[in-house]
């Protein structure tokens, strides 16, 4: 085995460098940060910490999966569609402790926000609002 020489005068050297770098945010700190690497002509670099990005979508995402959401597009859809129509359904209920009930009723009311459905019972005569985890079925 020969040894092939080295022509290459330049030798390369790692450094391990905490920078602070002052800025209304992090990802404006990021930008200066990674625009100055970039214009000092480094070979190579690598970030390993500090990079606070996202906080906000994480934020959001975790808020979305604590609240567990029932309501879908259509499901909205198709009980507005009952509220303007006011067609007589049929609604099957599980209440606590393993209740069902099953309801004729006209849809009255929708609060999507609460997700909080008021329907008119036919045969009661009587007002009524359920949150629509507790309704198993639409009817019509």
Do not use: W
């Amino acid at each position: 085995m020969t040894k092939v020489p080295d022509n290459n005068p330049e030798r390369s050297y790692l450094f391990s460098v905490d920078i602070l770098v002052k800025a209304g945010t992090n990802g404006e700190a990021l930008e200066r940060l990674l625009s100055s690497l970039n214009a000092g002509g480094y070979s190579d670099f690598r970030i390993q910490s500090g990079i606070v990005l996202g906080e906000t979508i994480q934020h959001e995402l975790k808020a979305a999966k604590t609240k567990h959401q029932v309501l879908t597009e259509s499901l909205d859809s198709r009980i507005r569609e009952y509220i303007k129509t006011s067609r007589l359904i049929r609604i099957t209920v599980n209440r606590p402790k393993g209740d069902k009930l099953s309801v004729p009723c006209r849809v009255v009311n929708f609060d999507p926000d609460n997700e909080l459905l008021t329907v008119y019972h036919v045969d009661e005569k009587s007002v009524y609002s359920f949150r629509l985890n507790e309704i198993d079925d639409f009817a019509d």
